[in-house]
T-cell receptor
Framework: AQSVTQPDIHITVSEGASLELRCNYSYGATPYLFWYVQSPGQGLQLLLKYFSGDTLVQGIKGFEAEFKRSQSSFNLRKPSVHWSDAAEYFCAVDAGSGGYQKVTFGTGTKLQVIP | EPEVTQTPSHQVTQMGQEVILRCVPI?????FYWYRQILGQKVEFLVSFYNNEISEKSEIFDDQFSVERPDGSNFTLKIRSTKLEDSAMYFC???????????????FGAGSRLTVL
């Protein structure tokens, strides 16, 4: 069965600093990978996705992620964090068959941004 | 931008009561889903629904749960007899039918928080 591990439960960074959130996955086939963000009291917003091709994918809000098959990783990065980036970030893998998605989420990483 | 809308945003109920959570998926989407997030835990898949039937369901989705698309726009999750452990945020999501899996991603609603007392 597929699984996603986010080893960092909570991360604090200074505004303007760079950010990297770690994600490791376990899945037997070629994975479809996602990063979602959840602001307090809000739903889940898709930041970016990887299906195939270029292993460095760009997303919204200046985020990017790099797929590394050899490390089973899909880490999320941002070169300069803004206070509005404070939220919870979820890595996810899609193991659905047919046309529908069956997304398995990691436990999330809460990002705190300090001035 | 099209949205998935959910009602109510928050519902408080007594243990043993029936609850119906409602969702309006994106209008041209064909796949519908419910996920749940217990406070402080990860988001978990409950069920997927396509062509008026369940495509897949998780172990969480037991006989107390049911889903329905009663008309052309709504998608509902019913919990027949709520338990304390059903307290969670329930997210509805939908996805389209594109050319291959890469064309489809889930669009989530803002969630319905259920509190069972």
């Amino acid at each position: 069965a597929q699984s996603v591990t986010q080893p960092d439960i909570h991360i604090t960074v200074s505004e303007g600093a760079s950010l990297e959130l770690r994600c490791n996955y376990s899945y037997g086939a070629t994975p479809y990978l996602f990063w979602y963000v959840q602001s307090p009291g809000q739903g889940l917003q898709l930041l970016l996705k990887y299906f195939s091709g270029d292993t460095l994918v760009q997303g919204i809000k200046g985020f990017e992620a790099e797929f590394k098959r050899s490390q089973s990783s899909f880490n999320l990065r941002k070169p300069s964090v803004h206070w509005s980036d404070a939220a919870e970030y979820f890595c996810a893998v899609d193991a659905g068959s047919g046309g529908y998605q069956k997304v398995t989420f990691g436990t999330g990483t809460k990002l705190q941004v300090i001035p | 931008e099209p949205e998935v809308t959910q009602t109510p945003s928050h519902q408080v109920t007594q243990m043993g009561q029936e609850v119906i959570l409602r969702c309006v998926p994106i209008s041209n989407h064909l796949y519908f889903y419910w996920y749940r997030q217990i406070l402080g835990q990860k988001v978990e898949f409950l069920v997927s629904f396509y062509n008026n039937e369940i495509s897949e369901k998780s172990e969480i989705f037991d006989d107390q749960f049911s889903v329905e698309r009663p008309d052309g726009s709504n998608f509902t999750l019913k919990i027949r007899s709520t338990k304390l452990e059903d307290s969670a945020m329930y997210f509805c999501a939908s996805s389209g039918l594109g050319q291959g899996k890469g064309a489809n991603v889930l669009t989530f609603g803002a969630g319905s928080r259920l509190t069972v007392l």
